[in-house]
């Protein structure tokens, strides 16, 4: 167990080590990831609401620091930034090539949620262990030292126990913390998950948990998991939405949907990107790399056009592939139930009732519900 000065102790040695520290902050109303330097800077009372197209921070004075959900930023865009400089080229007289130089030290996080950690195992799969590795990421990614918040305070677009991604945290981790406030003090159970978080530990203040500090955890994590509503069936869908790519829903979906991309840009696994070069007046000439979106018209360029012009052919590329052949190239959903694209959809679409709506027609779908209803 540690206390307050524990915490803030514990993100002191990191800072010592030559991380650069990271944790949630509140910035434009969200829980955002940003710099910290201590427990001073984390979102001390502050709790989210959250409803399909709906988000609300609100503070309160019980002086929690992880009673909150996921905000719209996620941990993606720390090893996958949003822009980034590939490369320069000066064609000053002959070309000479140079590369932006490596981040400034390896990055400590601190409170990721469990589903975030199961998100960096997803983009691990893409972008670090697949076939063409992003060195870039690779080297922030394999450098981190990861310290994760399990979860007390979901919110009501979360479905991350159906994904089998939280609220508790099974591995991805340094340091795992469970945040207690009760009778006997605002304090954190803390499991560690590698020899680093073994080292880190080993130099902050902590005593030995007690049952009753045990049984609070349990307490804590069982009440989050009852308070999940939300579900999808993360692997029977893949073959139920493979079924159905000319269901009618498809259609009802894009008269709402605006194709505005904003589900993907706080999706924590979308990985699309776009390559660009410019060129100055002086003969530079700059190539970057942008996040992307399967939702905009020029994703599906192809000569002579987009491949999917319309919106149902984009929201439904979107769904399949995030859901259904994800699992043939990656071998995982590439979901893991965070609930950001239900609560910053600006119309408020939630995947979890249009694959419900899918579902619902599936005549498969139906046979097996009932032989599962026989059975039990
Ligand atoms: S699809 Fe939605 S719920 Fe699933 S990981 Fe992406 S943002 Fe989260
Ligand atoms: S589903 Fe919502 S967030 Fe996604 S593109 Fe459509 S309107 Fe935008």
Redesign the pocket.
Known sequence: MIDLRGLDTLITVLADLGYDTMGPVVRDGAIMPGPVAGVADLPAGYHDHQAPGQYRLERGDDGVLFGWAVGPGSWKAEFFPPTQELWRANLDGEVTLTEPGAPSGPMAIIGARPCELAALDVLDRVLRDGSVPDPRYAARRDGAFVVTAECGAPAATCFCTSMGTGPHADGGFDLALSELSDGDGHRFVVRVGTEAGAEVLARVPSVEATDSDLGARRHLLEAAENAITRELPAESVAAMLARNLEHPQWDD?AD?????????LVCPTCFCSDVRDTTTLTGEVHRQRSWSSC?DLDHSYLHGGPVRSSTSSR?RQ?LTHKLSTWWDQFGTSGCIGCGR?IA????G?DLTAEVAAIGGSDGAVRAGAARAGTAS
């Open positions: 979906v709402r949907c605006l194709a505005c991309g904003n589900c993907t939702f929201y979107w694209c910053w959809c600006p119309v679409i």
